[in-house]
């Protein structure tokens, strides 16, 4: 048996003064310094009297905290589940929580409910156990339904299905709800999708729940040994003792049955291989970005996170706390709120959390803002995280932090589910005896040293996972200056956490020929099309570093494009009908393959009408949603292998969208280009706008200023002047002898 010591309620340091009548105008003639906080007195002490701790024949854990000032008790049985991998069934062990009380084998749901009315009693279940409460004449009976429903549940077959049909809702109001669907996603992609914290419930792992995995999970993981009994309140440690062994005493169900590999995997009837965590994951590699596409969103949801390896015990964890609550943890003067709310006007609310856990520790930043200051908000984030590494905090930042914790601890001590916490913490997590007893002095003591070093320690601004779930189109491009990956800058993701694949739809009532035809139907028809000879247009280009001049020159089969910065060449092509010269300030140079291939299609003013004739290949992949409009999607290839895919409205026949992927200094960037705001060019439209977005220069929008029709350039304004290869020298041939000079 042990006896530690807990803490209840803070006790008030009360002192009796007897002021006589003569000391009263010394008082009155007294000067407080107001520019001066008052000093702080010492941090009170806390004291709850003794728990202990005994452990019956079967191994099950009993823990007892007296406290007789009301005639309540509570009663909880806790047991210690390491988290596993649910993986195809992802659900089911949240599903335990809600069917342990569905019914057992002498009492129907029913039944139960009745049975605690009567007694004016609460009793809950989650997945780890469950947790009652009665008066103290009633706690007998709570405790028959307490032994029944932890050792006899049988998980009803038409309760599963109510509760298969509640989780359902639960997964599509997620699915509507930004907020919920950036919590659930931001674990997946903090922690990884084959982590127990990281695994995500859905309407597939729903349906693949079925009642064998409930019953075996409970059946292998809810037993004696693994279990913690806890009573607190008007109850003595005999009383309990006696409970305990009344109704647990003699608990010894049979073992589960399962085998265990030459690897030491265990199989388990019912739920297949256990996978419990090996080991936590920590902040690594290289920061991230990744979003979900809410089309139209007004506002976007950001959460900056990273996944730690924090113990409990470890004696920095009080002061990492210390230090999230004076970055974001809750408290109105926090770092996070006063500068994207109070300075910046963002937000209504900006947070962070510091979950220390004993198997996974995590860090968190949310916040929610106008679409338009998306990526100013990321900015922000993560310049209060690197100056929480770097800076000393103040100190009146420090104390007001100590301050609010100071609160919540003397507040959370006044609901004895919080005392029966505690106790269980102790055990479970391997804490000093007296943690809770010295809580309040070890955090009077923190100082800012011990903040700083713990944000050092903790905070990983440069390897965190930032996730989005907002307008892509509006915020993607002001994101990829956050990213440090190799791969593509912005990872698009879907509602079940995955990469984003389209939703295509098979077509098998036309060809990828006929819908070309459509769309230069759509335009104007091919004879309106061949009237056009001679094509002149200029261009502005907009981007974030200021703004290019594209002049284009289109014949048929000759092609000319200037791009100039201010005045001055950037770069130049010329398609002289055979050879394609390329030319910057720097390098001349000929470009040949796809290159070649594309720039010959851009020498038509309409370069669909020769799809046929200079691709490869066209391949209608079927239908897919393009902004609200269905729309179909064409694969083309040219000649030499390279592939994009053109987007057609299936209702007017109008190109809406290429997509296309490209390597730039070797980071993967999927490019969209988007067409609008077509206008007739002699009796043919042309998009006037044109808007990429996703490439290395981030949104560039091509704006015609300019058109010229009709009017043939001079042979040699298309003459290319491509500098011939050098020669490579005869050398004989191998096994020649070489004579000397």
Not at 98 to 112: N, Q, S, V, W
Request: with cysteine; glycine share 8%; proline share 6%.
């Amino acid at each position: 048996m042990k006896r530690n010591t807990l803490c209840l309620l803070p006790r008030a340091v009360r002192a009796v003064a007897a002021i006589g009548c003569s000391l009263l105008p010394a008082f009155m003639n007294a000067q407080l310094d107001r520019t001066k906080p008052p000093v702080a007195g010492p941090a009170p002490e806390v004291h709850l009297g003794d728990h202990v701790t005994t452990e019956l024949p079967n191994g099950m854990h009993l823990i007892v905290v007296e406290d007789h000032k009301l005639p309540l008790v509570s009663v909880q049985v806790r047991f210690d589940v390491p988290p596993i991998v649910q993986h195809v069934r992802a659900g089911y062990i949240d599903m335990v929580g809600e069917l342990i009380m569905a019914g057992t084998i002498t009492r129907a749901k029913a039944d139960i409910d009745k049975a605690i009315d009567a007694l004016g009693a609460d009793l809950s279940a989650t997945n780890d156990g469950v947790y009652g409460s009665a008066l103290k004449r009633n706690l007998g009976p709570l405790m028959d339904l307490v032994q029944d429903v932890v050792q006899n549940p049988t998980f009803p077959a038409e309760e599963l299905e109510k509760t298969r049909t509640r989780f359902r809702s639960s997964v599509q109001q997620r699915n509507e709800d930004p907020e919920s669907l950036a919590e659930v996603i931001g674990r997946k992609v903090t922690f990884g999708r084959m982590h127990p914290y990281g695994e995500m419930m859905t309407l597939r792992t729903i349906a693949a729940i079925d009642r064998a995995a409930i019953a075996a999970y409970h059946r292998y993981f809810f037993r004696p040994e693994k279990a913690y009994l806890v009573f607190v309140g008007d109850i003595t440690e005999k009383e309990a003792r006696d409970l305990a062994k009344k109704h647990f005493g003699k608990w010894r169900p049979a073992p589960a049955l399962m085998t265990t590999d030459e690897h030491g995997n265990v199989d388990v009837e019912g739920l297949g291989v256990i996978r419990p965590l090996q080991r936590p994951v920590t902040a690594g590699g290289s920061r991230r970005v990744f979003m979900v596409d809410r089309p139209g969103a007004a506002q976007s949801v950001i959460r900056v996170s990273f996944p730690l390896s924090l113990l409990p015990k470890d004696l920095r964890a009080q002061g990492s706390q210390v230090m999230n609550t004076i970055l974001g943890g809750g408290i109105f003067n926090a770092r996070l709120m006063q500068n994207l709310r109070e300075k910046r006007g963002f937000t209504y609310g900006a947070y962070s959390s510091l979950d220390v856990d004993r198997f996974n520790s995590s860090f968190t930043a949310s916040v929610s803002v106008r679409t338009e200051v998306t990526d100013s908000a990321v900015a922000e984030i993560m310049k209060e995280l690197e100056r929480m590494r770097s800076e000393p905090v103040t100190r009146e930042e420090l104390e007001l932090a100590k301050k609010s914790m100071m609160g919540s601890f003397g507040r959370s001590l006044e609901n004895s589910r919080t005392v029966a916490r505690f106790a269980l913490n102790t055990e479970l997590n391997e804490l000093a005896p007296d943690h809770y007893r010295t809580y309040l002095t070890r955090l009077e003591s923190i100082t800012a040293q011990q903040v700083q070093d713990a944000g050092a320690a903790f905070l990983y601004p440069d390897q965190a996972t930032i996730l989005v779930v907002g307008d892509m189109d509006r915020v993607a491009e002001g994101l990829v200056q956050f990213t440090m990956g190799a791969n593509s800058p912005v990872v698009r993701l879907d509602e079940e956490g995955e990469p984003w694949q389209e939703q295509i739809t098979p077509v098998r009532d036309r060809t990828a020929q006929q819908v070309i035809d459509a769309y230069i139907t759509a335009i104007g028809g091919r004879d309106a099309i061949a009237r056009i000879k001679h094509l002149k247009v200029e261009h502005n280009i907009a981007m974030s570093g200021g703004s290019l001049t594209n002049t284009r020159w289109s014949s048929g089969d000759q092609y000319r494009s200037v791009v100039k910065n201010d005045g001055a060449l950037e770069e130049e092509t010329i398609f002289d009908g055979q050879r394609v010269q390329f030319t910057t300030p720097e390098v001349v140079g000929e470009l040949t393959d796809a290159a070649y291939e594309l720039t010959r299609l851009e020498a038509l003013p309409v370069p669909e009408v020769a799809y046929g004739e200079l691709l490869d290949k066209m391949l209608l992949v079927g239908s897919t949603p393009v902004r609200g409009r269905t729309t179909y999607k064409v694969v083309l290839m040219t000649l030499s292998g390279t592939s994009f895919a053109d987007y057609f409205d299936a209702e007017t026949g109008l190109k809406v969208q290429r997509t296309r992927t490209e390597l730039h200094d070797e980071r993967t960037f999927d490019i969209t280009t988007e067409y609008s705001d077509l206008r007739p060019i002699k009796g043919v439209l042309f998009p006037f706008t044109i808007t990429e977005r996703g490439g290395p220069s981030g949104k560039v929008e091509r704006t015609i200023t300019s058109v010229e029709m009709d009017k043939a350039m001079p042979a040699a304004f298309f003459a290319t002047n491509i500098p011939e290869p050098p020669e490579t020298p005869n050398l004989p041939e191998p096994g020649t002898p070489v004579e000397d000079e």
